[in-house]
DNA sequence: GATAATCCATACAAAAAAGTATTGTTTCAA
DNA sequence: TTGAAACAATACTTTTTTGTATGGATTATC
């Protein structure tokens, strides 16, 4: 249960842009200088993000990288999801999961399903609602974050025995 | 951020042990049998927890595996963390943190370091609490139980909030 | 325009992960 | 005591991931 260096970098390279005053941009070098990362690797992080659309771009001399979006309406799952190109991510935790279900053995009663998809759970919530706004805010406002968002994850899973 | 197939392959074959009956093991051509794996595959997993003391093992004919210790007694964590080998787990999320702080760029100020952290926080909780004996539960309870470490979460958030 | 700095795209190389094969050791049972 | 079935260990192959290199397109500036 890791995280790949592409959604690791690419997010970080991401956030660089967060910070970013209306109208400028930031090119790959001066992001490749930040981060320090080879400026080929970064120009591979932004070309994903700009192909999901998270990212516009200005060619030429004097060109760069900006969020097409503030980055408060920015999703970290949007642009992990970007990074990791459409393989497998959020709920589709699991390898028994990849889509068609010859793929888990035993996929009406898989041992482990409940176990990673009440995981994935969290984890896609708490991804879907934090944004790159959140992540250049001091420490402390983002745990009060997580704090709200674990509280309401509870408060569902009991709607959820409610329903049930 | 994925499930690596040592660890999703090698917790299905540990939770096959969970169900086993006292004295009895399981061997594995039997194991493969029931998770579709190959043999050889098995025996690779097996070996690992092994390892990690956490399967006990008859060798010769009608040899196989067992857990050694009850299976409420042995957390998904250590699974995982067997299956892993001492790569990174838990809260040694990301790649900014293999150990040495120079492999993070910015050790002192990593941009998603709070984000990382927080979220693995609650992973490693989930997973440490969570034994192999809950896997072959009811999905209702372990849908309980994952409520009831959640909220904890919550509330040891407040307390960190309180201490600071 | 020419030039230089940049994005764009893909191909390539290296490293790691996933999965298989092989050889050896143990032990039951005929 | 011999054969078969199992664990033990490691070597090997294939696939995926990681990271680099290269050639082309775009545009500001001189």
Redesign the interface.
Known sequence: ?????L???G??CA??LASLSEGKTLSAPEIAER???SIEYVSKFMLLLKRAELVRTVRGIKGGFALSRAPGEVS?KEV?DALNGRK??GSE????FTGKSESC??FGS???R???D??SG??EE??SR?TLA???RP??E???K??SI??D??GQ??K??MR?
Chains 1, 2 share one sequence.
């Not at 249960?1 to 260096?5: E, F, L, P, R």
């Not at 935790?93 to 028994?96: I, R, V």
């Open positions: 249960m890791n995280v790949t260096a959604e690791e970098y997010l970080r956030v660089q981060e320090g990362l970290l992990l497998k991510s935790f699991c390898k028994s053995v035993r898989c041992s482990i409940p176990f990673w009440l995981l969290y984890v708490f991804t934090m959140d992540l250049i420490e402390e983002i745990r009060d997580t704090r674990a509280s994850h509870v899973m009991r959820g025995e049930s």
